[in-house]
């Protein structure tokens, strides 16, 4: 079965601190695309970063950068100089196989605090 | 482009009635998801649509739920009779590769008293 684990329900940050957030996911297939999405309390679901599995290159977006472990099957996010804007829900999701469906993650709750 | 647009953004309706939540995907993405989003089981994807084909519905919780995509740009959730259980958020995403992931509407936070 296609999972992912997100091992830490809540977080929290100070401002201008670095935050890693986990998470392990586990397939057979050996190409897959992986996502991180933020739902800020507006509750609109928002790409965070992407990255395609045979890629060996950890992608980064300004700020958000992942550490991708295909062998562990591990897909940390790390946010650095964090902002208050970054309080959110981050969900971990992956896609493998044929079609368009992803398996997500429950989501780490992340408090930026002041 | 102006996104995934959902409506209604929200939605209070007695148990028993009918809701109709509507949704247009991104012009020229081919795939349409519908999610559900509740606190106690997060994130269900409750079916997809490819090529406005119904590919997968299991997740669909019962006869109650039914979703159309009539064409490339119009998809609606429909509760009939609706319960207090349904409350939730609902969520219409489009794709058009793997790659890209998915474009989320800003939902429809549905009550039902």
């Known amino acids: 079965a296609q999972t992912v684990t997100q091992s830490q329900p809540e977080m929290s940050v100070q401002e201008a601190e670095t935050v890693t957030l986990s998470c392990t996911y586990d397939?057979?297939?050996?190409?897959?695309?992986l996502f991180w999405y933020k739902q800020p309390p507006s509750r609109q679901m928002i790409l965070v970063i992407r990255?395609?599995?045979?890629k060996q290159q950890n992608a980064t977006e300004n700020r958000f950068s992942v550490n991708f472990q295909k062998a562990a099957k591990s897909f940390s996010l790390k946010i650095s100089d964090s902002q208050l804007g970054d309080t959110a829900m981050y969900f971990c999701a992956f896609n493998a196989g044929n079609n368009r469906k992803l398996i997500w993650g429950l989501g780490t709750s992340l408090a930026v605090n002041p | 482009d102006a996104g995934v647009i959902q409506s209604p953004r929200h939605e209070v309706t007695e148990m028993g009635q009918e809701v109709t939540l509507r949704c247009k995907p991104i012009?020229?993405?081919?795939?349409l998801f519908w999610y559900r989003q509740t606190m106690m089981r997060g994130l269900e994807l409750l079916i997809y649509f490819n090529n406005n084909v119904p590919i997968d519905d299991s997740g669909m919780p019962e006869d109650r739920f039914s979703a159309k995509m009539p064409n490339a740009s119009f998809s609606t959730l429909k509760i009939q009779p609706s319960e207090p259980r349904d409350s939730a958020v609902y969520f219409c995403?489009?794709?058009?590769?793997?790659?890209?992931?998915?474009?989320f509407g800003s939902g429809t936070r549905l009550t039902v008293v």
């Open positions: 990255q395609e599995a045979y």
């Open positions: 012009s020229g993405h081919n795939s």
């Open positions: 397939t057979s297939e050996s190409n897959y695309y």
């Open positions: 995403a489009s794709s058009f590769d793997r790659y890209h992931g998915y474009t």
